[in-house]
């Protein structure tokens, strides 16, 4: 189930409190409860939604999110016939990662042949099976995104914020110790200065780019660009 602010305008039974969806989508298995809740039209009709975590079809929802954008762009301009130029063009797009441990190969075929049923789910403190695929979907997403923009010749359309160095508590789904969430707040002030980052697309590893703007200066231009945009459609 997808919610965006366009459904919610059309359809009243999609219109669902904020409060319900944000429970919805971080209602992680195993960590949190899934969430039920009830809409209605206001004229007796009712829809009932019972929700886990998005993350288990769309760990970086940033394709999804340009779905909406595109299907929405497709309504009101029915010219546009290339899905391409629509997101190179008229797109910014910014994906904003929640972390992920410190890429290491962690794991070898040789070890991995030896594994049982109980190996694949735990493994020495970690969670094999669930962090490859949590992690392939995500970086997937992220290659799949660049590509296109990087094809048009529109990079700077597209910012993926992401710290893949996480580390001990810092890489925790459950410690929210004052402590793990002031250093949260450390790491993610030290992002921001760094350089932005981006996809290779022929190693498919994510790179800083040298020399580059930093996350932060890239943010203000997203601001900047969002700003002028804003100010365009309310003279129109």
Known sequence: MIFSTNDAKEDALRNARLADICLSTSAAPTYLPPH???????????????????????????????????????KKDSESKSVLQLEGKRILALSLGTGTPKLEERYTAAKASEWGLLSWVFNNGATPIIDIFSDASADVVDFLVSTIFQARDHKKNYLRIQDDNLIGDESS?????????????????????????????????????QGYDTNAEALTKFAKLLSEERKLRETK
Do not use: H
């Open 173 to 209: 789904v459950d410690i929210a110790t004052t402590e793990n969430l002031q250093r949260l707040v450390e790491i993610g002030k030290k992002l921001l200065e760094k350089p932005v980052s981006r996809v290779c697309l022929e190693t498919g590893r994510c790179e800083a780019i």
């Open 36 to 74: 039920s809740f009830t809409t209605s039209d206001g004229n007796g009709k009712t829809c009932n939604f019972d929700l886990i975590d998005g993350g288990v079809a769309a760990n970086n929802p940033t394709m999804l999110a340009i779905g909406q954008v595109i299907r929405e762009i497709a």
